[in-house]
């Protein structure tokens, strides 16, 4: 059976990684997994928030200081 283009990714990012692990003992590739923690929140929603939160509060000082 023919792979997906999917399936071939996946299959290339493994092999990367695994290549990447060889020669180093288990504390080290744990040590490296360790390093790098994501956020549990992407960017783009930081950033919607930001906006949210942010414009909202400058908006709200420019109507109380000039539409008083």
């Known amino acids: 059976m023919a792979q997906t283009p999917q399936q071939r990714r996946a299959n290339l990012k ?3 990684d695994n290549e990447s692990r060889m020669g ?7 040590k490296r997994a360790k390093d790098a923690p994501k956020s549990p929140i992407s960017p783009i929603w930081l950033v ?3 906006f949210v939160v942010f ?5 709200e000082v ?3 200081v000039f539409l008083r």
Not at 24 to 30: C, P, V
Not at 55 to 59: A, K, N, P, S
Request: aromatic letters at 10%; hydrophobic letters at 45%; charged letters at 30%.
């Open 14 to 16: 493994f092999a990367k």
């Open 24 to 30: 180093k003992s288990e504390d080290q590739i744990k």
């Open 48 to 50: 919607l928030l930001g």
């Open 55 to 59: 414009g909202g509060l400058i908006f």
């Open 62 to 64: 420019i109507s109380r």
